[in-house]
């Protein structure tokens, strides 16, 4: 969520998505103030979500091209418009609407499926600690916590403490 959890940040991906390079168009199209948009720029930049090519025409000035990591992001945009086109949209049908090149056929979303092939439904989903999980969530996904390691992401001094004083209780 740090990386796109802000609604600028969405935005500004769209529009890189829809081809928009340069600052000034950016901030045409946003509506967002210069100091917000260049914040997000940056991040992006230094996240590798984006990368500064200079302009040929006007030393000085930069356009931002999508990298790998930023174009790789694509899907997970599409999944959120196809929600918001889908509960959000006027009547008439959603603002924008993605085409194949090709065949100039609308995009389809096809639905996530399960393992048997079938539509994946919240309910048809287990949830169990990862390679990567740290101790607090091995022990709340049913995993074996190492006693020896303790491991603290941000924030998570506060949390174990709220746990502990809940324990005591």
């Not at 529009?15 to 914040?39: C, H, K």
């Not at 694509?74 to 959603?94: I, V």
């Not at 194949?100 to 600690?129: F, K, M, N, T």
């Amino acid at each position: 969520m740090d990386v796109v959890g802000d609604r600028w940040s969405i935005l500004l991906l769209r529009e890189a998505y829809y081809g928009t390079g340069r600052f000034d168009e950016f901030q045409y199209y946003l509506g967002v103030a210069p100091n917000i948009l260049s914040t997000r720029l940056k991040k992006f930049v230094d996240l590798g979500m984006m990368t500064r090519v200079p302009l040929p025409e006007h030393s000085g000035r930069y356009e931002y091209v999508l990298t790998k990591k930023g174009r790789d992001f694509f899907p997970t945009y599409l999944a959120l418009k196809k929600w918001g086109d889908d509960w959000l949209a006027e009547p008439e049908g959603p603002q924008v609407v993605f085409k194949d090149r090709a065949s100039g056929q609308p995009v389809e979303y096809r639905p996530l499926l399960s393992a048997r092939g079938e539509p994946l439904q919240l309910e048809d989903i287990e949830i169990v600690p990862g390679s990567g999980a740290v101790p607090f969530n091995r022990k709340r996904f049913g995993g074996q916590v190492a006693q020896d390691v303790l491991v603290r992401p941000k924030g998570a001094r506060r949390i174990r403490s709220k746990l502990v004083d809940q324990a005591k209780k």
